[in-house]
């Protein structure tokens, strides 16, 4: 989930494969994460979230994976289809004084071949 | 159902020039927010408003004014547009503040200073 300047981490995967997406978030205070998806020219638009209590939590096609010790966040996409090309974000939200506000990692391009 | 609706979606300004951006949801919901998004990045906040009546800085404020006009719009004001602030500008807005719940997101509005 890491990158470097204006280069996003890619990935590229056949058309019904599974798809494994990861974030290293950065503050152990962090209580709330969702992942966004956002598709050219469009706003991003919410897939899953999972609180601090909880280290996975399932969708339709989706999963979201929660590893607190590592601050470590990942979503699987199964079946993954074309449709699902586009740029993953995973956020985080703070406690205390800055409780409510999102702070994004800098996301990952999915690039589904039919 | 608009969700959140963003005016302008395109715009070019002079440097210096001043503009503002329109933003208003239907969801009936408590708080809002502007962010920024520069190539190869993830979303930064710039402003939001955890209530009507209620305004506080993100993470980049300088350059910016916010105005809360009601429950449902959320104006971002650029004084005199600078070129560093080229980039596409989202609004947010979300149901509760401090409650864990996600952002829905407007489509964006591309701006670029010259």
């Known amino acids: 989930g890491e990158s470097v300047g204006l280069h996003l981490p890619t990935l590229s995967v056949q058309e019904g494969d599974n798809s494994i997406i990861n974030c290293a978030y950065s503050n152990s205070a962090s209580d709330y994460f969702i992942w966004y998806k956002q598709e050219s020219g469009k706003g991003p638009q919410f897939i899953i979230d999972?609180?601090?209590?909880?280290d996975k939590r399932q969708g339709q096609r989706v999963t979201v994976l929660l590893n607190k010790t590592v601050k470590h966040l990942s979503l699987q996409i199964a079946a993954t289809q074309p449709g699902d090309s586009a740029v993953y974000f995973c956020?985080?939200?703070?406690?205390?004084?800055?409780?409510?506000?999102?702070?994004f990692g800098q996301g990952t391009i999915l690039t589904v071949h039919p | 159902n608009a969700g959140v609706t963003q005016t302008p979606k395109f715009q070019v300004l002079k440097t210096g020039q001043s503009m503002t951006l329109q933003c208003a949801q239907d969801?009936?919901?408590?708080?809002m927010y502007w962010y920024r998004q520069d190539p190869g990045m993830g979303l930064r906040l710039i402003y939001y408003?955890?209530?009507?009546?209620?305004?506080d800085k993100g993470e980049v404020p300088n350059g910016y004014n916010v105005s809360r006009l009601n429950k449902r719009e959320f104006s971002l004001r650029l004084e005199s547009a600078a070129p560093s602030q080229t980039s596409v500008y989202f609004c947010a807005s979300s149901r509760m503040w401090g409650a864990n719940t996600e952002a829905f997101f407007g489509q964006g509005t591309r701006l670029t200073v010259v």
């Open positions: 969801m009936n919901h408590n708080s």
């Open positions: 408003s955890a209530s009507e009546g209620t305004t």
């Open positions: 999972i609180r601090s209590n909880m």
């Open positions: 956020a985080e939200n703070l406690s205390g004084t800055s409780y409510g506000k999102l702070t």
